[in-house]
């Protein structure tokens, strides 16, 4: 989809997302000690309003304007308005214009491998030594479980490949296809995974 798209998905009148931050953000970060973060492809702003909340210093970058202003909003209704510096840009084009993060983290961001491999590799280049990289995202094994996800496989990656890609000068923390339940379009449970790479910067 692109930014017009994204724009009317986000100005329809029911949000697109659950509101809540993604369950693998809140497990993977938990942890840490806040510092500042970087959220790439922040959507409706949830995770960014978590990582906010939990103390972290928070840039959070999208390209649909519309999905922006929900997030914001939804910040300043918590009274996070203040806490979190919105930017409006296509991560195609984007280089980062503040110091190194120490959490860079994208869920779900499902472009196809050029552009994503250059993008990740921007992403990676914009975490601070000793902070982490934190990428999410619907395992390739889901095409095979029929969940309706779009049905190109080249917008799909597992953990593997995006630790080969870091290459040298990172420790990887997790590198997971981690299970979890959905419900498929027929009515019955099924299991999904996600793509989860966790990994910091030496
Ligand atoms: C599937 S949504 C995920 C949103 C959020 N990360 C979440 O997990 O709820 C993908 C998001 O990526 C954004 N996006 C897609 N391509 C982008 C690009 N080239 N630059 C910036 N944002 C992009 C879309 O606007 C959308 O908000």
Redesign the pocket.
């Known amino acids: 989809?692109d930014?017009a798209e994204?724009d009317e998905r986000?100005g329809a009148r029911e949000p697109v997302?659950s509101g809540r931050a993604?369950a693998t953000l809140v497990a993977q970060v938990s942890g840490l000690a806040p510092g500042r973060a970087l959220e790439?492809?922040?959507?409706?702003g949830?995770?960014a309003i978590w990582l906010a909340e939990h103390g972290w210093r928070v840039t959070a970058?999208?390209?649909?304007a519309v999905?922006l202003a929900r997030a914001e909003a939804a910040a300043t209704e918590r009274g996070l308005g203040e806490a979190i510096r919105w930017v409006h840009?296509?991560?195609?084009d984007?280089a980062p214009d503040e110091p190194p993060y120490d959490l860079v983290t994208?869920?779900?961001?499902?472009?196809a491998s050029e552009p994503r491999n250059r993008?990740y590799a921007t992403l990676a280049a914009a975490v601070a030594p000793g902070g982490r990289l934190l990428i999410v995202g619907h395992h390739p094994s889901d095409l095979e479980v029929g969940v309706g996800r779009p049905s190109d496989p080249d917008r799909y990656f597992t953990a593997e490949q995006l630790a080969a890609d870091l290459g040298a000068g990172w420790t990887v923390e997790q590198a997971l296809a981690a299970p979890r339940p959905a419900t498929h379009p027929e009515g019955h449970e099924v299991t999904i995974r996600d793509t989860v790479l966790l990994a910091r910067r030496d």
Do not use: K
């Not at 790439?40 to 409706?44: I, L």
């Open positions: 989809m930014q994204w986000y997302w993604n790439a492809a922040a959507g409706e949830a995770d970058l999208d390209f649909s999905g840009a296509d991560l195609l984007w994208s869920h779900y961001l499902h472009l993008i």
